[in-house]
């Protein structure tokens, strides 16, 4: 008989202890080990049931989930699952949470104690399966490496180009690893798709724009793209370009998902091949599905070039691997090196 996913639940709640235990242990193939109310207890469970996954709520007392999770990675590295609030603080701690090593997060419906935490059963229990197959070592030693990139300092005296990133599970700890290598006054726009729930887009540009040197925001109806920009695909809407004159523009819109998903990196590829043809570089990073694959195909037949992140260093590969089995790809890459090659594409 298959061994069932231990799974240690750390929120300050009895309720929401309780909720969460019930949604896990609906599924046969997981089991709840235990519960914990505050950061001390977590460390010491995760030391004496050695849980393959822990759900971790942000906004625990004495010592916060951030400050939490940052001892478990020191002390007894876990696959860890944020929770977390609604809110502009909750978006901003869910994106430091990803940095440290958490692999997922899932954004509470309605606050810290989210009753209607039951509808999201589906996707809690399948993020804690996804996070158990995950090779941790390999996960935190390929963001390592990644941080240990080194960073170029030389002014770009290449072409502009415009690089469309797309990410899902795992992505915003990838993104953030690969724009630190940026510089920024390199001479190309980027797109940047990631698959979040609403609310974290904006505190997710923000970090990308505090933490590298390439300027980011929240893509805006009417933002003009220029180079040395990075424009964050807002979730719940499509990021398309326009031509206008002579300039090029991002325009939102609130058509039906593609993939499953909005925004889609599909859709955002398609509309700028009509405008910059061979002259993209796409960029297929972690992430569950097949969202990327028609974009990264059109890019392919208008003569640009498309890399992805390569399996070893991915949380889940299903994205970059679609492409790559469609035969799409100049280089499967380790994150580290995404960034070195992208600089120089950039310069040819």
């Known amino acids: 008989m298959e061994d069932k996913v231990k799974v240690l639940v750390v929120d300050d709640s009895f309720l929401m202890r309780r909720i969460i235990s019930d949604i896990v242990n609906s599924d046969p193939h997981l089991e709840v080990v235990g519960k914990a109310k505050d950061g001390e207890e ?6 004496s049931l050695n849980p393959d996954v822990v759900t971790l709520d942000i906004n625990l007392p004495v010592k916060n989930g ?9 002390s007894r590295p876990t696959k860890v699952i944020m929770l977390s609030a609604y809110t502009r603080a ?3 701690a869910t ?7 958490a692999v997922d997060f899932i954004a509470k419906p309605s606050g810290e104690i989210s009753l209607g935490l039951d509808k999201l059963k589906n996707e809690i229990i399948a993020k804690i399966k996804l996070a158990a197959n995950v090779d ?3 996960y935190l030693s ?14 770009n005296v290449g072409v502009k180009r415009l690089v469309i990133i797309g990410a899902s599970t795992g992505g915003p700890k990838a993104i953030l690893s690969l724009m630190r290598c940026i510089p920024g006054d390199i001479d190309a726009a980027f797109l940047i798709v990631q698959h979040m729930p609403k609310g974290f887009t904006l505190s997710f540009a923000e970090r990308l724009s505090w933490e590298t040197g390439v300027r980011a925001k929240e893509a805006e109806e009417g933002d003009v793209l220029d180079s040395s920009k990075a424009f964050v695909a807002p ?8 031509r206008n004159n002579n300039q090029v523009k991002i325009k939102l819109n609130q058509d039906p998902p593609v993939n499953f998903v909005r925004p889609s990196i599909d859709v955002t590829m398609l509309s700028a091949v009509e405008i910059f043809g061979k002259d993209i570089i796409g960029v297929i990073l972690t992430g569950m599905g097949k969202d990327g694959l028609e974009g990264a195909r059109k890019i392919k037949e208008a003569g640009g070039k ?4 390569d399996e070893e260093s991915s949380v889940v590969w299903g994205m970059p691997g679609s492409v790559s089995k469609a035969g799409l790809t100049e280089g499967a890459l380790p994150l580290s090196q995404i960034a070195e090659v992208l600089i120089k594409c950039i310069r040819e």
Do not use: P, T, W, Y
């Not at 977590?42 to 030391?47: F, N, Q």
């Not at 994106?95 to 090593?101: D, F, V, Y």
């Not at 498309?306 to 992140?309: C, K, R, T």
């Open 142 to 155: 390929a963001f390592r490496a990644a941080g240990l990139a080194a960073k170029e300092e030389e002014k």
């Open 235 to 242: 979730a719940g809407s499509h990021m398309v370009l326009v």
């Open 95 to 101: 994106i430091r949470a990803l940095e440290l090593g």
């Open 90 to 92: 909750g978006a901003s």
């Open 306 to 309: 498309i890399f992805i992140q």
């Open 42 to 47: 977590a460390l010491e469970k995760i030391a």
């Open 136 to 138: 941790l070592s390999k």
């Open 66 to 74: 951030i400050d939490v999770l940052n001892d478990i990675m020191k």
